[in-house]
């Protein structure tokens, strides 16, 4: 069972440049969910979403974009990083009833 | 709008010792709550919840949590503290189920032998 996949694990931008953080799960999950996690700050909700054709913003979301065209994926785009952006990101999934978030394996993004 | 708030970055206790990780909530209505622990490089994994019923919530590993409607808190225990308990652990809170989670800034965990 793959759960929630993300890609990359690691990656290294400069200043302005764009990338997307992918996300996929395959337990048919209404919900997705983007957080950056940075020290002493906790997990911050950067962009949600509760079914495909639905997305709203959480804490965090400037200098972000998501979209849902599918149940599947959640990708999440930095439009022009900053070195604000610097975190560990995670994808993290729900069946609509539960509340249970079932996460990703982070993507660690550094920005010079 | 929903808040957690955990009180101490960093608990440190012995082996065989209580372990308890403080969380207040702030919530407008009923809420759901929920623990989290993370060990390093990892993402984050459920440790236990309350939705509705039962104040007193059992999770894995031997931990539990009861839910304090007029402390607004939501206390996570565990009578005897394992040296794989050490981890970062957090707290979060929901408007209802399916809906997006706040969490807490964490409480990393210590424990000594």
């Known amino acids: 069972n793959a759960g929630v996949t993300q890609t990359p694990k690691f990656q290294v931008l400069k200043t302005g440049q764009s990338m997307t953080l992918q996300c996929a799960q395959d337990m048919n999950h209404e919900y997705m969910s983007w957080y950056r996690q940075d020290p002493g700050m906790g997990l911050r909700l950067i962009h949600y979403?509760?079914?495909?054709?639905?997305?709203d913003q959480g804490e965090v979301p400037n200098g972000y974009n998501v979209s849902r065209s599918t149940t599947e994926d959640f990708p999440l785009r930095l439009l022009s990083a900053a070195p604000s952006q610097t975190s560990v990101y995670f994808c993290a999934s729900s069946y609509g009833n539960t509340g249970e978030l079932f996460f990703g394996e982070g993507s660690r993004l550094t920005v010079l | 709008a929903q808040s957690v708030t955990q009180l101490g970055s960093h608990v440190s206790v012995s082996e065989g010792a209580l372990v308890l990780l403080r969380c207040n909530y702030s919530s407008s209505v009923p809420p759901y709550l929920f623990w989290y622990v993370q060990y390093p490089n990892q993402g984050l994994q459920l440790l236990l919840k309350y939705t509705t019923g039962a104040t007193l919530v059992k999770g894995i590993n031997g931990f539990e949590a009861e839910f304090k409607k007029s402390e607004t808190s939501f206390h996570l225990t565990k009578p005897s503290a394992h040296m794989s308990d050490a981890a970062e652990y957090f707290c979060?809170?929901?408007?209802?189920?399916?809906?997006?989670?706040?969490f807490g800034k964490g409480t990393t965990l210590s424990v000594s032998s």
């Open positions: 979403s509760v079914g495909a054709g639905i997305t």
């Open positions: 979060a809170v929901s408007r209802s189920a399916g809906t997006a989670l706040i």
